[in-house]
Structure formats: structure tokens, C-alpha cells
């Protein structure tokens, strides 16, 4: 019962903060927006090497861009209020349609690349708690120091140049054969095939990250009072570090998952330029390439609404996993 | 009918049906089936090259959607939707005989209607077609297989835009009474091509499929065309290699790659199939600036440019010195003497001392930025080149980067640069590409790709005028001739270098580039060797 | 927590303070993390003292690998220039992008931070919108909307990624504001009189930098992983070598020359990680979590 009204609670608080959050966020960055030099016709001009005055003419007036930026942005808003992302000219899409496309794709590698990123580095850090001083410990902290300084592009790069073009495991581009045709576990394969250099190199940074929390985190546990009276109560270590220490390690844990969840998507820009990666990362570049505002709007929106919902998610986790944590 | 005879003025052209196109030995008999995968740097935002004229639509609008004509490797005109063609002796009216029992993809019939309708959207939408179709005043339509063009006043190089990436051939049962803009026919295409539109992933891939009913019924031969978007060119390097693409072109690898990738036993270099848009980089002056104004300044830095090292580090080797703003592939019109300003350091110098520019306290005569075309790999390397080259006479240049948006606002909108790397195609006549630079009614605020310089001379307005309207080739050619002598001696710009462009594929691919624009054009007679 | 040292305390506290960083330069990772740091800091002064041509010039034959050629001892890349000098001018711009962006960041955040903490109630609110604003925007492609508004030089990629990192900095302020604003010594300095102002900067402020401290060693790692993004991206500063940069520039010869780009990924690795050591002994000197 009290976890019914933590949730009402909690999604309660969301909303009413969300709104003029994310409206706050649309116009601040459509006036962002407006400061970059050049317009979509500019870049649709350059695509092609040629242009004319009017075809120039036609194209600003198809995007509304010979509107002034007060009208653009009440249209842009007055079509937001009815549930209407908008339209992209550049496209010939709705933007809705057009973010559908990539979501997937970027869905799939964010949440691949933070699942490895957290299994493996609360393992890691787990064991670099254990045995804290000694020499395992020594040794990953610095193997997990390096990767933290590595930028992951990098990482990828350098992945591609042993496991795709050296030893051929794995393929170097893409999120799948195109083409092909593949059912049932050939599918699977393929996909999870192409999935994971892409994954790897998104996640080096934060497996990093989130050892060296558990580390922290689980040091800090193991000190409390709570520990010792677990221990004296005749409780198994591993058992008491499993369930105790672990418990209470992943409150910041998931904090800074959390807060990881909304820059996951702008990391994955570089990544996913690197892979062709079909993801919101590389639309998001491409238009603000193109100047075409009315899908880097749809797209920080729905960014903004993925981190106001990781964000509640997480205020949820923490209430399971330490029932001390009252509303905040 | 006059039959064509070079010594007469007068040409009239006949085309003729479909003529064999290749020698092809008995040996290699094209055999039909199999999936051609296209390796695009980029993806396209429609899949009609109507709006646009961009790389990535180019090269798949012609799958589709089909043109009247096709070219051989000279520009010379074949048949495609047309089947014969004859210009007037006065060079005023066009008359086409269309090809008989063409289907569009939805069963509807290809008549001259559709040519009428077509030619007058390229006119108000394409970006180039207001110019090329600027003198047909009239498209008649006299039978559904007759279509013809009514000119005010002679265009010696109509005949030569008619192919399918530069006027494709729409469905005007599609089109009419709706926004050509907004309609869906561009992210689903209907044509009369050798393949059907089968869907767009984006962000992934497109796929095309083989249309069963081609008015070729030999034709095409592959099952399947998919068109993947690689935007790293390393990524697309590993993707030749490891035979995850088939072909690509226009170098799609990074050129300091290209020697390794020659050496490996799975692919073919193509250099045909790159003659209908010949490039030309120039470093372009706006003539406004205070320091380019001046004449001697601009001399000056024609004698210190040394266009063999250009070639040698920039292009890889894989280009062609050119003196002339029109490439030395368009042979007819290319004048190949050398500049009057030869490479010279000394003489660079002097000038830039006579021109009021001494060499200051720290080596330096002046700072000036330098702006750059941001569109293809070579031009930021040109930049760094030219800041080393021009340093050695003491010219400070500071390389200004931007996007292809802010590129073109700052230079064509804002007119805010002194002088710029900059890239333009010949396309297929020099009229249609080379005008556009320096014609003084062409300077134009907003307008990308005009007359960036501000260059007037009354002279060079009245010869390309005169070239854009003279159907006697031999003056036609004069006027080209004595138009690269004035510019080469003015320098409104440097002209640099064509650079040199590669289709690569794997060798299981045949006859894909058998026209001038090549693997741009609808590639229905491509085949693969069975796997 | 911090440590909250009462005024008339300051002889135990550089005691106390003396006898931790005598055991944290027996700290073998702290050690070896400033001396590389330090090694980069120099090079990055004397940068050109070592090599005075412009690491932009075409000095030599293209693509030379790495111990083929006794005067280019790291190779050359596609068009000729020294891959050392380039690594060794590299630190320079790598680093000033770095504490530049780190710079502009804390100096928004600490405002931001400060004032929210310490005057609470409607102004806290309104700011932590903003933060929250700036927050949930990625910030990688902020970085590029700011870069795209102004040109790609090292000033603007420095403003763009300092603009988009105070918010983490802001929020951490706030919090050592919040908890410190009600203690004894701040109540004392009101009752004296103190206005506002001073008792933010002279009271508060020193206080709440030790954490502060730490996260500018990670603001300045990650301001130089940002700008090794962005130059991959091809959003650089043509005028200046960076280790992005050179990393971008080498990426078209990753199957033939690799050297290209594993060197100065090496030389980010190794800034970062440095960094990142500093950053944690820091951490452990100003903390007193780990007071025995």
C-alpha cells in the first residue's frame, strides 16, 4: 500500500514539474537555436552545389523560415499543445515519425551499453571492495583509471581495428546485415553481433565510473554499525557483503545512472557516427548540420523527457532499496 | 533532316533506339540475380533529385526515375525515354519522339504529358533548372509520344541536361495539384526505372528491387540494389575490404588509403563513369576586400602557387592541374595553356612590396583569414596547404572553419570573407557551370554558388552571353576560349586543380558505369558473377 | 561533509593538514599523477622551446612510422608534419581548452551554486529550473549548438564545454552551501555584522572548495575528452594542433598508419588518467571522510 502511494506520490511531483520544465527547455532552445548562423536552405543550397534565387525563396518558404522567429515559435508550440511534434520539410516526415526510426536503434545500444557498464562495473568494484589494499585491488584500479581516461571513440576505434579488420569476429558498421533476411536465431545473432563494439565503446567510460562507486561506496558501507552487528550475528561474509553492502552501494549507483541517462544520448553522437549506428544521437548532429529545428526540438524534448522519467524511476529504486528514504 | 557533319555549321542530331552498348565477348555473359550493395558516405533527404542535386540523391534518383536521354563517356546523347531527337537548324525548337509502352511503377502509361508537367516543375524547383530550361518558352504536346520544346532563344547545352539525375521524368498523375515539395512521391518513389522502390530504412539502408516489367524486358539483371550510409570513411574502407559493399564512388575512402586498397585482390578502380560533372577547386577573391582589390596582391599569389605539389599531397596524385575554370575534361571547351603567372616566389614578393605590403617585425606582411568549402575531405588539407604555401612569402593566413550552413551564409549572404577555397562542378556545359562564377548579372546576395567575387568585366559578360546562345560550336568554342584568357589574366580567382574521382566495387561487379555520369545514371545493365 | 574549522582553530589545522599530505606523498598513484601532470604542464610551456616550428608545417615525407627516421622519432602523418611536435604542441592546446572550459565552468557554477544555496527559498527554486534546464539537455550536443553559433576556434569550443558543465558544479556548491549557511561560525559573522557578500566569499566559500577542488580535476578530463569528441566530429580549431585533432586527422589512415591515432589517444589517456590521480588524492587529502 505504501509503495502505491510512493508511486502517486512520485509521478504526482514529476508532472507538475515537468511541464514547465520541458517548456522552459523548448524555448530556451529554440532561441539557442536562432543564433546559428545559416538556415536549412543554406545547407540544402551547399548538399547541392547549386541554387537560384528562387529556389531558395521555395525552400524558406516551405520550412516557414521567411516567418518571423515570434511565429515560428507559437506555431511550433501551438502544434506541441495538440500532442503534434511537428513537421520536418527536410524530411518530407512527420518529426514524430522521423525520431521513431532512430529511437529504437538508440534505445537498444543506451540500454545494452548501461546494463554491461553497470553488471560489470559493480562486479568490478564488488571485488575491488573485497579485497580493498591488496593487490587485486591495486591492479584494477588502475585498469579501471585508464579506461575512465580513455575517450571511448577511441576505444572504438581501436576495437574495430582488432576485432573487425585483424581478426574479423565481429563487423566494423551498422546495426545489422541489410538485406538478409535472417530468422529466429541467425537474427539474433546478427544483431547482438553488430551491437557489440558500438556497446563496448559507450560503456568503457561508465564501467569505470561505476566501479570506483561501488568501491567507494561499499568501503563506506562496510564500516557502518549495521555491518558489524550483521557480522556478529553470525551471517556468512560474502552473504553479508551481497546483500548489505551491495544494497546500499547501488543508491549512488543509480544516481549517477541516472543522471548518465540524459548525456548518454549526446555521447552516443560520436559513437554511433563512428558505427553508422542508425541512433537520436546522429539525427540530433545531423540537424543541427541541416538546421532543421523542428527535429533537434523533437529530439531534446524527448531527451528531457527520458531523464525527468529515469529520474523518477530512480527516486522509486532508492525508496525499495533503503525504505529510510521518505519523499524527498 | 540534315545528317550531323562537323564541317557544316548546321547539326541537326538523330538518336537512335538502343544500340548495343558493349562489346562484350561471349565469354562474359551477364548473369542475372543477385543483391548489389551501394556504399553512400551519406544519407539522402528525399529520393527524387528534384529539390535537390545533392550527392547522395543523386545517386539513387536514377534507379527509379528515368530521363529522356543518356549519355556516352563524350556527352554525346542516347536514347532512354527518348527514342530520336532532332534540334532545328536555328537551334529554337527541340522535338522528341518518346519510346512506346513505357509503364511508370503503378501500371500508369508514360506519355508526353508527363514530359510537359516535368519540365515545368524543374523549371520553377529544381535548382539549376530555372536557368538550364530558362529559354522554353513553350512544351507541346501534340501526341502522348511527341513532346516539343518551343525555345525563345537557342541553348546549345539543353541536349545535354536530359539525363535522369539532371531532369528525371516525373508522374504527373502523382504530382499535379499537389505541393511538389511536400508530396510523398520523393520518400517512396514511382518511375519508369529499371528498379522499384522497396523501402527506407533511415539511418540504415534503402532497398530497391527489380522491376519485372521494364520496358527493356532484357533488363536490368540484378534482383536487388541497397543503398547503406557509412559517414566515416575508415568505417567505409573496412566495408570494401571486408565485401560488405559493392561499389561506391566519387573516392568514397580517404585518399591516403587508396594505395593500400589498390593492392587487394577484391577490388576494381573505375575512372569512367565521371564525365558528366567535372569538379574544379578554386581559391576564389572577393574583389571587394580591401587587401584583393588590388590586382598585384592577387598576382602575387598566383606566382607562389604550385599546383603539381597540390596535386602530389592533397589529391593523393588523383587529379589534373588546371589553369581554366572549365576542366580539362570538358576537352572542347578547356584551354590548357599555362598561367601567365608562373610559380615565382621572388616575383611574389616584389609584387606584394610594390603592392604596399612590406614584410613586418615578425616575417609577416599581413593577416588574413581564409575560409574553405567545408564539403569534402580535400579542401581542409587544400587550406592547410595554402597557409604553408603562403606563408613562405609572408602572408599570414589564419583557416576559418565553419558548417555547410555557415559557410554559405558568411560567404554568399553576408559577402564576410577576403578569400576562400571553394569548389564548384563544370556540370555538363560550361554555360550551366562556369557562367554562374563570373557573369556580373550573377552576383546575387543569398544565392549560393554565384558570382562570390563581385567580378564585373562588360567583356566577359558579352562572351558568355553570347557562348550561352551560339549554336555554331566552332564560335561557341572561341568565346570559351577567349573568356579563360581574360580571367586567367585578371584573376577574379585561381583556378587549382580537377580532382580525379574513383568508382571502387568489387570485382564481381560488371558494366556499372557505362555512361557519363555512371553509376549516377539508373544502372539497369550492371551485373554480378554468380557467388 | 567538510571539515567545518572553527576561526581560532588554524594551528591544528596545518597540523593536521601537514601530517596528511606527508602520508599522501607516500601515496605511490597521487605521486606518479602529478608527476605526470606535472611532465605535461611543461611541455605544454615549453612547448616552443623544444620544437619552434609551427607544428602545422610540412616538414617531411609523408607517413613515416614511429623510429623509421632519427629526425621525425614518432613518425610523420599524411601531409608531413612531426608527430612529436604535434603531440608536444598538442598538450599545450589540449590543456588550455581544458582548464579553460573547467575555469569558465566553475566560476558560472560556484555563482549559481552559491547564491542558490545560501539565500534558498524563491531564488533557490528559480536557479535549480535553470540548472535542471541545462541538465537534461545533452550535453555533448550543446557543446555542438554553441560551437555551431560561434566558429570552431579553441576560445569558443572552451566557452561551449565550460557552458554546458557548470550545472554539476552548481548543484555541488549549493549543497555545501545549504549545509554550511546554518552553522556556528556564519551566525557568528552575522551577529557581527558581516554583510551578505562577505560572508559568502570570506566564510562559506573557503570551506566549500575542497570538494570544488576535486571536481575541477575531472571538469578539466572531461573538458579534454569533450574536445577529442568534437575534433573527431571535425568541429576543431584548423589553426592549432590538438590531440582530437591530430586523432581526427589520422583517422582516415587507421588500417595503414594507426600510429596516428593511438598516439595521441595515448597522450589523452595519460593527461586524463593523470588528472584523474591528482583528482583522487585530493579527494582523500581534503576529505576528512577518511580522517582515522
Redesign the interface.
Known amino acids: 500500500m505504501r509503495m502505491y502511494r510512493r508511486i502517486g506520490a512520485t509521478l504526482k511531483r514529476t508532472a507538475i514539474h515537468a511541464g514547465p520544465t520541458i517548456l522552459g527547455i523548448i524555448v530556451l532552445d529554440f532561441l539557442l537555436l536562432q543564433l546559428v548562423p545559416g538556415d536549412a536552405a543554406d545547407m540544402i543550397a551547399s548538399e547541392s552545389g547549386s541554387a537560384t534565387a528562387e529556389s531558395m525563396a521555395a525552400i524558406r518558404q516551405r520550412f516557414g523560415l521567411d516567418q518571423s522567429v515570434l511565429n515560428q515559435l507559437l506555431n511550433f508550440l501551438g502544434h506541441l499543445a495538440q500532442g503534434d511534434l511537428g513537421f520536418s520539410p527536410r524530411y518530407n516526415m512527420s518529426v514524430f515519425d522521423m525520431i521513431m526510426t532512430r529511437l529504437p536503434g538508440t534505445l537498444l545500444l543506451m540500454a545494452t551499453a548501461l546494463s554491461l557498464a553497470l553488471l560489470l562495473g559493480i562486479i568490478v568494484g564488488s571485488v575491488m571492495a573485497a579485497w580493498a589494499g591488496r593487490w587485486p585491488d591495486r591492479v584494477l584500479s588502475v585498469v579501471v583509471l585508464v579506461f575512465y581516461s580513455m575517450p571511448g571513440f577511441w576505444v572504438g576505434l581501436m576495437a574495430v581495428v582488432l576485432f573487425s579488420v585483424n581478426l574479423g569476429w565481429l563487423p566494423s558498421d551498422g546495426s545489422m546485415t541489410v538485406g538478409a533476411n535472417l530468422t529466429g536465431w541467425a537474427f539474433v545473432w546478427d544483431r547482438l553481433s553488430h551491437l557489440i563494439l558500438p556497446a563496448l565503446a559507450l560503456a568503457s567510460f561508465f564501467i569505470a565510473v561505476y566501479a570506483r562507486l561501488t568501491r567507494a561506496a561499499m568501503l563506506e558501507v562496510q564500516r557502518q554499525d549495521f555491518m558489524r552487528t550483521a557480522a556478529a550475528k553470525g551471517l556468512h561474509p560474502f552473504f553479508i557483503q551481497l546483500h548489505h553492502a551491495l544494497r546500499n552501494a547501488l543508491i549512488p549507483v543509480t544516481t549517477v545512472a541516472g543522471m548518465h541517462l540524459g548525456n548518454l544520448l549526446g555521447g552516443a553522437v560520436v559513437v554511433e557516427t563512428l558505427f553508422g549506428w542508425p541512433g537520436m544521437g546522429r539525427l540530433a548532429l545531423e540537424a543541427v548540420l541541416a538546421r532543421d529545428f523542428s527535429v533537434l526540438l523533437g529530439v531534446l524534448l524527448l531527451s528531457s523527457f527520458l531523464v525527468i522519467l529515469a529520474n523518477a524511476a530512480i527516486d522509486l529504486l532508492h525508496a525499495w532499496l533503503d525504505p529510510r528514504i521518505g519523499p524527498a | 533532316m540534315m545528317t550531323t557533319n562537323r564541317a557544316t555549321r548546321r547539326a541537326t542530331l538523330i538518336g537512335l533506339s538502343t544500340l548495343p552498348w558493349t562489346l562484350r565477348g561471349a565469354l562474359a555473359a551477364p548473369k542475372a540475380g543477385g543483391t548489389l550493395t551501394f556504399m553512400q558516405n551519406n544519407e539522402p533527404q528525399t529520393l527524387v533529385a528534384l529539390t535537390t542535386v545533392a550527392t547522395p540523391a543523386l545517386t539513387v534518383s536514377a534507379k527509379v526515375t528515368e530521363g529522356l536521354l543518356e549519355y556516352d563517356y563524350d556527352i554525346k546523347p542516347r536514347a532512354q525515354l527518348a527514342t530520336e531527337w532532332t534540334i532545328s537548324p536555328d537551334g529554337k525548337t527541340y522535338t522528341f519522339k518518346l519510346r512506346p509502352n513505357v509503364k511508370f511503377h503503378d501500371g500508369k502509361p508514360f506519355t508526353s504529358a508527363d514530359v510537359a508537367y516535368s519540365i515545368q516543375l524543374l523549371k520553377t524547383i529544381h535548382p539549376r533548372g530555372r536557368n538550364t530550361f530558362a529559354n522554353v518558352s513553350e512544351v507541346k504536346t501534340p501526341d502522348p509520344l511527341m513532346v516539343i520544346l518551343e525555345l525563345s532563344k537557342p541553348a546549345p547545352y539543353l541536349i545535354k541536361a536530359l539525363t535522369a539525375a539532371e531532369a528525371p521524368m516525373m508522374p504527373r498523375h502523382i504530382y499535379e495539384g499537389t505541393d511538389p515539395l511536400a508530396n510523398p512521391n520523393g520518400n517512396a518513389p514511382i518511375g519508369t526505372g529499371p528498379y522499384k522502390f522497396k523501402e527506407w530504412a533511415r539511418g540504415s539502408h534503402i532497398i530497391y528491387e527489380r522491376n519485372p516489367d521494364y520496358w527493356d524486358k532484357s533488363l536490368p539483371y540484378v534482383d536487388r540494389i541497397v543503398c547503406k550510409f557509412l559517414p566515416d570513411p575508415g568505417a567505409r574502407s573496412i566495408a570494401f575490404e571486408n565485401g560488405s559493399a559493392d561499389i561506391g564512388y566519387r573516392t568514397p575512402v580517404a585518399l591516403s588509403d587508396l594505395e593500400r586498397l589498390k593492392k587487394l585482390p577484391n577490388l576494381r578502380f573505375e575512372t569512367k563513369g565521371t564525365s558528366y560533372s567535372y569538379n574544379v577547386s578554386s581559391l576564389q577573391f572577393n574583389l571587394d576586400s580591401p587587401i584583393f582589390k588590388n590586382l598585384k596582391v592577387r598576382q602575387a599569389i598566383a606566382h607562389t602557387i604550385d599546383r603539381a605539389a597540390i596535386i602530389k599531397t592533397v589529391c593523393y596524385g588523383y587529379g589534373t592541374v588546371t589553369y581554366s575554370p572549365i576542366a580539362p575534361g570538358l576537352k572542347e571547351f578547356h584551354d590548357p595553356s599555362p598561367s601567365p603567372y608562373n610559380l615565382d616566389l621572388k616575383k611574389a614578393a616584389q609584387l606584394l612590396d610594390e603592392a604596399g605590403y612590406p614584410v613586418g617585425a615578425n616575417k609577416i606582411r599581413f593577416r588574413v583569414p581564409l575560409d574553405y568549402n567545408p564539403i569534402g575531405d580535400e579542401s581542409k588539407r587544400l587550406a592547410e596547404f595554402m597557409r604553408a604555401t603562403l606563408g613562405r612569402v609572408g602572408i599570414g593566413v589564419d583557416i576559418r572553419a565553419a558548417d555547410a550552413s555557415a559557410f554559405v551564409k558568411r560567404i554568399y549572404t553576408d559577402r564576410d570573407f577576403d578569400f576562400l577555397l571553394n569548389g564548384h562542378s563544370n556540370l555538363f556545359d560550361p554555360t550551366v557551370g562556369v557562367q554562374r562564377i563570373y557573369w556580373s548579372k550573377n552576383f546575387k546576395k543569398g544565392v549560393p554558388f554565384s558570382n562570390a567575387s563581385d567580378y564585373n568585366n562588360p567583356k566577359v559578360d558579352a562572351l558568355l552571353e553570347g557562348a550561352a546562345v551560339e549554336i555554331d560550336p566552332a564560335k561557341r568554342i572561341a568565346m570559351f576560349m577567349e573568356f579563360q584568357k581574360i580571367v586567367g589574366q585578371e584573376l577574379p580567382d585561381v583556378s587549382l586543380y580537377s580532382p580525379l574521382y574513383l568508382t571502387i566495387k568489387n570485382v564481381r561487379v560488371h558494366d556499372d558505369s557505362l555512361t557519363a555520369d555512371g553509376v549516377e545514371g539508373n544502372m539497369s545493365r550492371v551485373y554480378l558473377d554468380p557467388q | 561533509m567538510t571539515v567545518v574549522t572553527p576561526l581560532t582553530d588554524v594551528g591544528s589545522r596545518t597540523i593536521r593538514r601537514d601530517r596528511k599530505l606527508r602520508a599522501f606523498l607516500r601515496n605511490p598513484?597521487f605521486v606518479a599523477g602529478v608527476v605526470i601532470l606535472g611532465i605535461f604542464v611543461l611541455l605544454a610551456l615549453f612547448a616552443d622551446v623544444l620544437f619552434p616550428t609551427d607544428p602545422?608545417?610540412?616538414v617531411g615525407p609523408?607517413?613515416l612510422w614511429p623510429g623509421q627516421d632519427a629526425e621525425f622519432p614518432l613518425g610523420t602523418d599524411?601531409?608531413?608534419r612531426d608527430v612529436l611536435a604535434g603531440l608536444v604542441h598538442g598538450a599545450r592546446a589540449s590543456l588550455l581548452v581544458g582548464v579553460a572550459a573547467a575555469a569558465i565552468g566553475l566560476a558560472i557554477g560556484m555563482v549559481v551554486g552559491a547564491t542558490a544555496g545560501f539565500f534558498g527559498g524563491r531564488v533557490d527554486a528559480l536557479l535549480m529550473?535553470v540548472v535542471?534546464?541545462f541538465?537534461?539537455?545533452?550535453?555533448?550536443?550543446?557543446v555542438?549548438?554553441?560551437v555551431?553559433?560561434g566558429?570552431?576556434t579553441v576560445r569558443v569550443i572552451a566557452l561551449a564545454i565550460g557552458l554546458a558543465s557548470w550545472p554539476t558544479v552548481a548543484r555541488l556548491v549549493r549543497a555545501q552551501f545549504r549545509s554550511l549557511r546554518e552553522s556556528d561560525f556564519v551566525m557568528a559573522a552575522r551577529s557581527l555584522g558581516y554583510s551578505n557578500l562577505r560572508i559568502i566569499v570570506q566564510e562559506i566559500l573557503p570551506n566549500a572548495l575542497p570538494p570544488v577542488i576535486v571536481a575541477a580535476s575531472v571538469m578539466i578530463?572531461n573538458a579534454i575528452?569533450t574536445e577529442?569528441?568534437l575534433s573527431?566530429?571535425?568541429?576543431?580549431?584548423?589553426?592549432l594542433v590538438s590531440w582530437?585533432g591530430m586523432?581526427g586527422a589520422g583517422?582516415?589512415?587507421?588500417?595503414?598508419a594507426?600510429f596516428l591515432?593511438?598516439l595521441p589517444?595515448v597522450a589523452?589517456?595519460?593527461?586524463?588518467?593523470s588528472l584523474?590521480?591528482v583528482g583522487d588524492g585530493l579527494n582523500e587529502i581534503l576529505n576528512p571522510?577518511s580522517d582515522p
Open positions: 598513484t602545422l608545417d610540412m609523408p607517413v599524411s601531409l608531413g529550473r535542471e534546464l541538465q537534461t539537455t545533452p550535453t555533448f550536443l550543446l555542438v549548438v554553441i555551431a553559433i566558429e570552431p578530463a575528452l577529442a569528441g573527431f566530429l571535425n568541429m576543431r580549431d584548423p589553426n582530437g586523432i583517422r582516415d589512415l587507421l588500417r595503414t594507426w591515432t593511438a589517444g589523452i589517456a595519460l593527461a586524463v588518467l584523474n590521480l571522510r
